[in-house]
């Protein structure tokens, strides 16, 4: 049984994948949130909650230092610290400007409830302000005009439900702007949704250009005042800027500084993100772990221990490898780089052993040990890290609670994988993230998706399964309710467009 | 045809009496709000909305000043002035602190929607700080400790919603605290409830006493600051104060600055409060009406139009009026001076003739304008001012629509009464409010209630009358949805604790 204390700044969990449906009212805030208290509630055992910033993690001496951030009179120093055996870091991340100039003063963001819910007043102002009298048409031009950085599925997806909000809603309401109005997405790569297959990229785009979205590719922000933004033409190299009422930043993501100066503590002082190892251990940190976005997995390279492989695998030691001592040891690599498999896929060869052939196709009986080196010299290249989503983070999440519930059992049964550079086997199987797919909507119910089994799915169809998949990966069954009865409403009655 | 401009810092209408619900997520903040545009779409004719505080009006040139009160970088200059050939001010009012020093920095009022979204978060704010670890108990104890200032519909509203909130929702998320929260009403007058009928009131004060909510009766609030209240018992002089963790302020009407401005202009500025006649034309100032809780209807003494009025009727010039001359001008003095027949009401006079019985209960053929006077004398005491809620508003709203509808009709055949001290009839009928009682629910589904004709209501069915009255008084179809899909949520699943 443990003892469990949870302390976050915010008293709920949001379900952040439906942010840009909040943005505007499609879904209403409250219906995407659920309070950390009605979660823990129906969790037996001992859990406590503290609604509190965590402002520095010692490492040494184990404890959190927190502090309430609510600001209003109320009594009590709200400063404390929880001592830990086990931490959990789960804090996610923060918005990276890349230090461009003005971002943070002039633009709006997509990371938490508060930022969806300020767009959603924010674009609400531009169309009070473009139509009010005494206005030049260009003055009402400029407060009409939408400008998105970054082509990733948040700003798409964003780019997407504000061209339905004004296409659906809101040209009924401002009839005499509706013609001023512009949305101009900014991507600094080739293509928007670069991370999803081809298919999908140019689908999305193709929508879009028929929408009248402006999709600016290959474009960098290099600042943002009050009432323009500066880009640079990758190709060209020319700076130029376009005036805007509202700007939304949806990219890039950075590190907190709660985890920044951890970092220094343990000395991870120099990378840009917090390193655990596959079982999101923190690396240079007894009993600390990291989820989701403030950290990332750093895979071992199979290259590093390619000695120590070879010479557990020869099991004779006669200095090579036959094609049994390899296949005997082949499940335990496969675990613990996963690297292989992927690589195996990707070279299109059917079985491990394919990688015994030599140049001209036919297998070697046996390898030494320049041999395998040469033969797995490739397949470091294969890892990847993973995406900063709620599905790894949820996996994580998931994963992490399983081993701390079968610590005792697998003390004395450990189900890893063999240890190649020491003995016996690892206490837990590394993490391994599942990819169910992922969407990405783009208006007019329609949406496109990457589907297990590298399917591709787009169209009127992939909007409902999305409906359907988003409806029930919901926290709680009040909120699943609220979500499927926001989207009715909306269906009736459109969206709302009040400046609360 | 009228060409409509409709001006208003908000661009959306709300339902104000249920703002209290809104307070604790009984029901949520964008169900009782409808946006200005949805609701003028509807209409017919050529209505605009500007979304912008009017700053000035200015009588003389017949113009209003206005300006966008939109605080983000958008372009454009936004002040602008429009002009008027009517001028409906409906502004409504301001809280009133009387001046008592501290109120404005350190408590929450109800007067709009966003007062009652800041009430949540601050009600939520304070569960969190006072659970939180290494506060001692007085200091949780403090953090729990709501007081309400105002023992009207509002703060007893609020003041029972409150409660509800902790027994059927905080009580089970917040259980190590829950002994620790107390409720104080600090009312100025004898009993809570005073403008209801009696045994409203007393049945109001005993359901709040088996609650445990403290009512402070006869207690004036001298000061507020950050961390305490302090107040005067009225009966014994003595001031004392007591900590707080939040404070709302819920009693007393004020005037806006620019009303205020306005009144100085045409010659009202020693007035508390706007003063219009029975057409609710404001006063001392053409083409000017005020409805709401913005201005009050001054109305007209029937004693300083006793003579115009006994001359009028004294049809045969002898200097005396008989009954029959009298009746003949009864109907125009009741509708011009409706304070006649709330008198005969109070007075328990069957019929106007009873006014011309001598003192032994006789009747008198004939009186003199001495006689006439004694016998009216005591009328004017019934005048009584229009109580500042949305039903009176509502119904102001209705009947100057009316009037400008008939405003050619009504010039050659004037409906209105006769006119006692000039030529003909008035043009339209003086606005004439008729209440149809008034609702105080009072928590654990549980509400009081005046009906028409002096029915005294009270108890679970009066809530479940007041859910049915309040469903139906929605301005739309869809805030009316809203609403019952929020009390339906409630009961199924609660109030949301979330502090956003």
Chains 1, 2 share one sequence.
Not at 86 to 108: D, I, K, R, S
Not at 131 to 150: A, C, D, M, Q, Y
Not at 345 to 353: E, I, R
Not at 388 to 403: D, E, F, I, K, N
């Amino acid at each position: 049984m443990y003892d469990v204390q949870v302390v976050s700044p915010l008293n709920y969990f949001a379900f952040t994948p439906l942010l840009p449906s909040v943005t505007c009212g499609t879904v209403e805030a409250r219906s995407i949130v659920e309070p950390v208290r009605n979660i823990i509630k129906k969790r037996k055992g001992e859990i406590q909650f503290w609604e509190a910033e965590c402002i520095k993690l010692d490492a040494k001496n184990k404890q959190v230092i927190c502090r309430s951030n609510i600001n209003n009179n109320l009594v009590g120093n709200g400063e404390f610290h929880l001592e830990y055996d086990y931490l959990v870091m789960a804090v996610g991340a923060q918005v990276n400007t890349f230090n461009t100039p003005g971002v943070l003063e002039n633009c709006y963001f997509l990371k938490e409830v508060e930022d969806a819910q300020k767009i959603r007043r924010g674009v609400i102002d531009c169309f009070e302000k473009a139509i009010l009298p005494g206005l030049t048409e260009e003055e009402r031009r400029t407060n009409l005009h939408f400008v998105i950085v970054g082509g990733g599925p948040t700003g798409v997806e964003f780019a997407a439900e504000l061209h339905d909000y004004f296409q659906e809603d809101l040209v009924n309401l401002y009839p005499s702007v509706k013609d001023l109005v512009k949305i101009t997405l900014i991507q600094s790569g080739d293509h928007i949704l670069n991370m999803f297959d081809e298919r999908i990229s140019s689908f999305a785009e193709q929508k879009f250009t028929r929408d009248g979205i402006d999709v600016q590719t290959g474009c960098r922000v290099v600042s943002v005042s009050d009432k323009e933004i500066s880009m640079k033409m990758k190709s060209k190299g020319e700076v130029f800027s376009i005036p805007h009422g509202l700007v939304v930043w949806s990219t890039g993501v950075g590190t907190r500084p709660v985890v920044k100066d951890f970092m220094e503590q343990i000395g991870q002082g120099k990378r840009r993100i917090l390193a655990t190892d596959e079982w999101l251990r923190v690396k240079g940190c007894e009993d600390v772990y990291a989820i989701g976005d403030c950290a990332t997995i750093d895979q071992r390279k199979i290259m590093e221990d390619i000695a120590s492989i070879f010479e557990a695998a020869d099991v004779d030691k006669s200095g090579t490898l036959t094609i049994k001592e390899f296949k005997d040891v082949m499940d335990d690599i496969i675990i613990r780089y996963p690297q292989v498999e992927l690589y195996l896929k990707n070279q299109h060869l059917g079985d491990v052993t394919d990688l015994f052939k030599d140049s001209e196709g036919n297998y070697r009986p046996e390898v030494d040990i320049e041999q395998f080196k040469l033969a797995l010299s490739h397949v470091d290249s294969q890892t990847k890290n993973l995406p900063a989503t709620a599905q790894v983070a949820a996996q994580q999440g998931t994963y992490l609670s399983r081993c701390f519930n079968r610590r005792n059992e697998c003390k004395n049964n450990p189900e890893g994988p063999r240890r190649f550079r020491g003995r016996g086997h690892h206490q837990f199987l590394p993490f391994q993230y599942k990819h169910f797919g992922q969407f990405a909507p783009l208006g007019g119910e329609q949406a496109a998706a990457e589907l297990p089994g590298d399917w591709v799915s787009m169209g009127h169809s992939t909007q409902w399964l999305w409906y359907s998949v988003y409806a029930s990966k919901q926290v709680s069954w009040r909120t699943r309710v609220l979500v499927v009865s926001d989207w009715t409403r909306r269906f009736i009655f459109g969206r709302d467009s009040s400046g609360i």
